[in-house]
């Protein structure tokens, strides 16, 4: 399985080979936030569960 961050780094040259417009561009921003905010919150709940076992 490949990095996440491939996945990212490959729709961020589409996005920049395509000149995309402010509204596509804050879009991706607004996903890859939500993704990174996600990825931190299943890693605090592993951490948490381990301490508490």
Known sequence: MSEPSDA?????EEQLA???DKEEVEGFVRDLYESAQRDLDTQRAQAEFEREE
């Open 8 to 12: 990212w780094a490959a729709r961020l």
């Open 18 to 20: 395509e000149k995309s």
